[in-house]
């Protein structure tokens, strides 16, 4: 074979190939929107929230539950906090969950699972193919 078959077959092969699609767009981490009612915090767009950042409620909640110190239940579609809570302090530790059981510390994209092998739990993207350790998801 000659350099200028290879050349065409080459150029034949990259115009087979599907074009390599560049997007721009960036992650963002969903912000709560609290408001409270009586003696309650009452976040009507939790499971959206959740459904965005690939995390069952419950996960959520038993870690927002616990450092925050409140209990939470959820309802209706809504996670309902028992006491008054700030939505800046919610949101923060919202961030603090997602940051460390969602986005992967490598490629800083949140296409990521959690797995267990042997009792330890593992952050594992999607994406870049990383694999962290976390601590248990199920905060127990």
Known sequence: MNKEDYEKML???YTKMPK????KERFEIPVLDLFIQGNKSICKNFYQACDKIRRSPEVVSKYL???LAAPISLSEG???ISGKINQKLLNEKFT???KEFVIC????KP???????KHFYFLVCEACGS????RNPNFK
């Open 78 to 80: 809504r996670m309902v």
């Open 105 to 108: 510390n490598q490629c800083g």
């Open 111 to 117: 296409d990521t699972n959690i797995i267990e092998e």
């Open 96 to 98: 603090d969950f997602v």
């Open 131 to 134: 694999k962290k350790s976390v």
């Open 11 to 13: 150029e034949e092969l």
């Open 20 to 23: 390599k699609s560049i997007t």
């Open 65 to 67: 539950s616990k450092e």
